[in-house]
């Protein structure tokens, strides 16, 4: 349990994706101007994230480590996940067009997240069990939806701040997630 | 050494026969009628409309959130078809074209510096308000010309952004690119122009640029009452009661004049 715990909390906070590891910065930067849309990103991308975690831990223990092929785990799992988010829309469609819509435009963009794949990469580097990847890949997304949504809340406030012209929109976004990740470096050491 | 290869083959094979077994079994058919309406749409994605482009202005028409005439880039034929699907009216929209309304190149108007940063009107504009000596002129380094979708503005060789008529559609990416803020969106009916922005004294003109309107009213004199009016020593057409093209021969420094350009030559003659 104990060990369960100190998993989840290093995901989420001490090596938060975004923050700590640096994937998925091009969504943090792009959908995170209102909170609205960080939040429809951010489950879209726990759904996924959690998903393909179990997809690809599956893909990992039953063809790859068998047949003796991890060396092409970056090929294979870019091509599960891109399936597998393609068959979620459809049957999301068709099945719950509220969630799909409320998810919209960001699940396909979620193809290309560096961050599901960076996800499932990791925990076939560190060879957890099929379990321990899904809690991982799990934690690690509800990681990157607090972060959107803490970054997306201070583009909120600075929208209303007085910025310098030269630094309006893009610059001091980037000089805002610099020291927002300064700050979770504060949790370095948390939880073993 | 096959078995790799075989794997990854595998693997491939079974997502692309899945997706398209749930796609065959599960998909949603596309609406036929946003399909007819995306076929008549002219496919330039130039957003003209407002929307992120041709594919989302379908859709919001399909769905009756949007209405058909919008598209700037549409002959009138097309709007028709669309409008006789939706089973709507089309609004008759006054077709427009953009003017750059500047007419100093390097031989009439004067720099005050030299700039050799990035080839881009938007970053040398950051640099003292851009280098021609009049705080009104094209900047000359076409960021105009890369934003059109249509390839309808060119650079002339004396660093000055020429609108093509024939090419233009109107779709206003350049108004919103150019930093001087000196490219309009007129009516295309209009004959003639003022290729000019500054309402400075016309003597203030005169030191830095041999080609601006000089304020003289020789145009509003010839004009009918109400046609053009003067915004400081800046003459102003109005395009709700636009002057005739003869008046254009009244203006000492040619600033007056019709939009009409030479064709311009096709991509494959320029070698660009």
Do not use: W
Not at chain 1, 14 to 24: A, D, H, K, M, P
Not at chain 2, 35 to 55: E, S
Not at chain 2, 236 to 262: D, F, G, K, M
């Amino acid at each position: 349990m104990g060990e369960i715990i100190s998993l989840v909390v290093g995901a989420i906070l001490v090596n938060n994706f975004v923050l700590s590891r640096i994937l998925g910065i091009c969504p943090f930067l792009g959908v995170s101007k209102k909170t609205s849309t960080a939040l429809g990103m951010g489950g879209a991308v726990i759904f996924v994230m959690t998903l393909s975690g179990f997809v690809t831990s599956v893909i990992n223990h039953l063809i790859l480590i068998p047949y003796n092929i991890v060396y092409l785990q970056t090929i294979i799992f870019i091509l599960v996940i891109a399936g597998l988010v393609q068959v979620v829309e459809i049957l999301l469609q068709r099945f719950s067009p509220k969630l799909y819509h409320a998810l919209g435009i960001y699940l396909p963009l979620i193809t290309t997240n560096c961050a599901v794949l960076g996800s499932a990469i990791i925990c076939t580097k560190e060879n957890s069990s099929i379990i321990t990847s899904v809690i991982f890949c799990f934690a690690s997304a509800i990681g990157f939806a607090l972060a959107l949504l803490i970054f997306s809340s201070l583009r909120e406030k600075l929208d209303l701040a007085k910025v310098p012209e030269s630094f309006k929109g893009t610059p001091i976004a980037l000089v805002t997630a610099g020291l927002l990740a300064m700050a979770f470096m504060g949790f370095a050491g948390l939880a073993g | 050494m096959f078995t790799p290869i075989l794997i990854l083959t595998a693997i491939g094979l079974f997502i692309a026969f899945a997706v398209a077994i749930i796609v065959r079994y599960f998909g949603m058919p596309e609406d036929p009628l946003k399909q007819q309406i995306t076929d008549l749409m002219p496919g330039a994605n130039c957003g003209g409309c407002g929307f992120a482009g041709c594919g989302a202005y379908a859709t919001a028409m399909a769905e009756g959130k949007a209405k058909p005439g919008k598209c700037p880039s549409m002959n009138s034929e097309n709007a028709a078809k669309i409008a006789e699907l939706l089973g709507v009216t089309v609004e008759k929209s006054e077709p427009m074209v953009a003017i750059v309304c500047c007419s100093g190149d390097d031989n009439t108007a004067s720099r005050n510096a030299f700039y050799n940063g990035v080839n881009n009107c938007r970053d040398a504009m950051q640099i003292d308000a851009g280098t021609k000596s009049c705080s009104y002129g094209c900047l000359g380094l076409g960021s105009c010309a890369n934003a059109c979708p249509f390839h309808a503005i060119e650079m002339t060789p004396q660093h000055l952004a020429v609108v093509h008529p024939e090419l233009c559609t109107g779709c206003g990416k350049c108004v919103d690119t150019c930093p001087k803020n000196i490219i309009k969106l007129v009516p295309r009916s209009a004959k003639i122009h003022v290729f000019c922005s500054s309402p400075l004294r016309g003597a203030e003109k005169r030191k830095v640029c041999k080609s601006g309107c000089i304020g003289c009213q020789k145009c509003k004199k010839a004009a009918e009452e109400g046609q053009i009016e003067m915004n400081g020593s800046l003459a102003v057409i109005n395009y709700e009661n636009p002057p005739a093209a003869e008046i254009a021969s009244q203006c000492p420094t040619h600033v007056l004049r019709s939009n009409e350009t030479t064709p311009k030559k096709s991509k494959e003659e320029t070698n660009e």
